[in-house]
């Protein structure tokens, strides 16, 4: 059998997809680099040839929001670097833009340099988010290391007490440095008095059961964050990203804010797309617990809508690989680990549901899932292009097969999936990081260690 770890390898006949148009091109890849577009492209001797006809050609996804080998202290997800990387390999994704923590006594640097050493197992590259968790007045000038650590974006929460709150002083506080530095945060927006006040009063009814996760975390305490956090960022003079929005109306805050002229990138995920709050009343709701919570099912359609409109920039799956076994554990919401795997059903989800269903163009679809991700966390054009120079990461999509998400068949550590049963057109062929292919058929043939930290520039808006 052939080694496919050849220099250089020729996608023959495929459909090239970037967040402009389609193209009917050949693309060829040598070492770790895209090197040509086009077609009739020159086949040597130990170019190896990857038959593409009928599929699209994708850059790889980036996925930039994840968890892989989360620790909160509490629980600990199931994944590592190598078993998560993994999966995010046989769904497509290239890259993931996961989170360093600032642990209790750690400098900023020290948090970011714990996590590189955990993520050295990963198949595929990587880059980090800094959870900024300990940083007091006067101390603000050590957010400049994250741009020496190619770090330069700061996660701050509005909720989770008492380890990653930050009260409305502190974030300002922290806002107004992030935009002297040429920092760009990203938020978690979830009012916390709102939130820990619907918890209590449920607690003091007895009604604690995975049912009432969805009422402990009301929209408008998703909305009201949002909306303050877009205040402050724009008295402090700062840009801003605001994570995994489930609610139109956050996403139309957004919208309205940028209408007066602020800076602001939003994101959303499959499960605010494709889910809703009815699951809690299932068979199974354990499967649901996450925050935000699922929403109402009125919000899907308008969620979509508003992707459709351009007023959401990127689609992340804020992956959390906590086990079956953990999420079944008790019937009680605030002792159930909060979080869903995502990565692998990504790119299959988006391409069915969005782009088959009409909401997405294919050119948007790359834009959402890669170029957009790429260009606001400091990676384009490396990452996130087919241009020649670009890094070699690329994914093959198969439109054809009939497909069924079924946990047996995926490769995450948690033992289920969110959308087991749901039906996919194609699925992922193949995926290429830096011109070696590891992903195959259905088989993955990455070599643990091979990926590799991205140091980030920050993005000058
Ligand atoms: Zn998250």
Redesign the pocket.
Known sequence: MKSYSSATLLIQNGTLVTHESTLEADLLLQGERIRAVGRGLPIEHDTIVIEAEGCYVLPGVIDA?T?IQLDTGIYRTADDWFTGTRAAACGGVTTVVDFATQFPGQTLREGVEARQEQACDAVIDYAFHVMVTDLPPGREGELSELIELGAPSVKLYTTYRPNYYADDATLLRLMRACADLGLLPLV?CENDALVTAQTEALSAAGETGWLYHGRSRPALAEQEAIQRVLFLAEAADCPIHI??CSTARSVALIVEARENGQVVTCETCPQYLLLDHVAYEGAEPWRYILQPPLRDPDELDRLWALVEAGAVDLVAT?H?DYSWAQKVAQDDFTRTPGGLPGMETLLPLLYTYGFAEGWLTLPRLVALLSTNPARIWGLWPRKGALLPGSDADIVIYDPRPDTTILSEKLHHAAGYTPYEGFRTLGHVKATISRGRIIYREGRFIGRKGRGRFLARAGVLF
Do not use: K
Request: glycine residues 0%; charged residues 15%.
């Open positions: 929001h968890h978690h994570c995994h804020d959390c």
